[in-house]
């Protein structure tokens, strides 16, 4: 259909190919030669100069063009696209194919089902799009959801007043101008009552808090944005807001000395709005970032992000490549227990006992990491003993770094573990009963509303359990839930 608008003697020539299968988009542009873009190569058809009767012809075939300069073809995914002139006329065309590829969410239907909001990102042309109408036609055909797509430029649901089958029984609600995209996606929440919401391209600031807005109504999104990695999210100040914002916090002398950082740090601003993220490298290639939270505080404390990698082979199997690093644990960060079995790994072993001896902390050298209550590593270390940190990791055992390999530091580092447990024994116990209390009751259970770093050591006690946590609310009653596994 997409081929049937184009000058007979064009659309003759592209039917001849013999790969017109991997067709991708017609270019024409006044002028020059039309082109034919094809999955791995472009053919130039040089003898063939478009001119204003040729646009004019396509135009006539196709429906309207909207405020983005984008039109289509009715109950179809092709998509024509305008160029114009400082007068307004349509100078050049691009009609890209629209295909409704069925199967292609399997590299990510696992975290589909989880009933968490997914954040995609990727190139144009990765295939972001595709993934959306697939998963729309899964979540509602498959899972059973009420799914709502917001659909700004008819990319996702085809052009016309009727949606294409590839979205399945999910509903659509076309947006008349760009900027009115955010309007439309509260009003898909308010009016129609949908358990998920899709969305394309989340690019402006009024989107991005439309969407947090939708997450904290307890309405799943899945949606795209401009960017490629979670790197590219975090600097751009319009959009970093979907993984939790960037601040600078200026720490007090005591805080910044007991950190080892300067005074003036990056942190997480807020909660994500979207709880995992996926980096489409190409259409068979995804980065999956499971816990944005913890992934975007980690990044800002300066390790690198190592998300699982999923390949899809030719015979469509997905092979996963499992590349996530341990979350190290900040230095001063207070241990939950009072006799401790230490392994030390890079770090040197006579000067750690003799720190130990002289302040006569209780603590035993484990000869092995499977015996160990804590894993102490130079930092310096931490990218080159991976499969150590893999086996602590696997083993739930704590991993604490010290920057230095001097008494001095050692001695920072032994104080820091015992110096909360008396400040902590109250949080302690309401912890673990509320612990006792999921596992007998197979019920989720609130703790009480605490600070950042007393949440991290809740949530490590938890984690120790075998229970699954997550914090929630706004600061400062912010307070952490435990869940059953």
């Known amino acids: 259909m997409l081929l049937e608008v184009l000058p007979q003697d064009i659309f003759e020539t592209i039917c001849s190919f013999d790969d017109l299968n991997e067709l991708l988009e017609v270019i024409f542009d006044l002028g020059r030669p039309v082109e034919v873009r094809l999955i791995n190569h472009t053919v130039v058809l040089k003898d063939r100069i478009v001119d204003k009767k040729d646009i004019a012809y396509i135009t006539r075939l196709i429906g309207e063009f909207g405020d983005d300069n984008r039109a289509g073809i009715e109950r179809t995914l092709h998509r024509i696209s305008a160029i114009r002139n400082r007068n307004g006329d349509i100078i050049g065309l691009t009609l890209r194919v629209g295909r409704a590829l069925y199967g292609t969410i399997a590299i990510i239907r696992e975290e589909l089902s989880t009933g968490k909001s997914i954040l995609l990102l990727g190139k144009p042309g990765v295939g972001k799009t595709t993934l959306l109408r697939e998963g729309a036609r899964v979540l509602s055909d498959e899972l059973g959801k009420r799914v709502i797509v917001v659909d700004t430029s008819n990319e996702i649901g085809g052009d016309g007043d009727i949606p294409h089958p590839a979205i399945g029984n999910s509903r659509r609600m076309q947006v008349p101008k760009p900027n009115l995209q955010h309007d439309i996606m509260i009003e898909a929440v308010e009016n129609h009552m949908p358990e998920v919401i899709i969305i394309d391209e989340i690019g402006r600031e009024e989107e991005t808090a439309a969407a947090r807005t939708i997450a904290e109504r307890g309405v799943v999104l899945i949606a795209t944005a401009h960017g490629n990695t979670l790197g590219n999210l975090l600097q751009n100040p319009t959009l970093s807001d979907l993984v939790g914002g960037v601040q600078a916090v200026t720490l007090g002398d005591q805080e910044a000395k007991r950190r080892r950082t300067q005074k003036t740090v990056l942190e997480r601003k807020a909660p994500p709005t979207f709880d995992i993220l996926i980096e489409i490298q190409d259409r068979d290639t995804v980065a999956v970032h499971h816990d944005v939270s913890k992934v975007v505080d980690a990044f800002l404390r300066g390790y690198e992000a ?62 092995e990491v499977k015996d160990a209550d804590i894993l102490l590593i130079l930092k310096s270390n931490i990218k080159r003993k991976l499969k150590t940190l893999r086996m602590a990791f696997d083993l739930k055992i704590p991993i604490y770094t010290v920057k230095n390999n001097t008494v001095a530091d050692m001695v920072l580092f032994l104080r820091s573990i015992y110096q909360h447990n008396s400040e902590n024994s109250d949080m302690v116990t309401e912890t673990k009963s509320k612990i006792q209390d999921t596992i007998r009751t197979r019920k989720p259970q609130e703790l009480s509303p605490q600070g950042s770093q007393i949440r991290k050591i809740q949530h490590t006690l938890v984690d120790k359990y075998g229970l699954k946590s997550e914090s929630k609310g706004e600061e400062p009653f912010r307070k952490v839930v435990i869940y059953p596994k």
């Open 306 to 367: 190592k998300p699982e990698i999923r390949k899809r082979t030719e015979t469509g199997i997905v092979q996963i490549y499992s590349e996530e690093l341990p979350i190290i644990v900040e230095e001063s960060e207070p241990a939950l227990i009072s006799m401790i079995k230490l392994f030390p790994f890079g770090v040197n072993k006579h000067k750690l006992e003799k720190a130990i001896q002289e302040n006569s902390y209780p603590i035993a050298i484990s000869k």
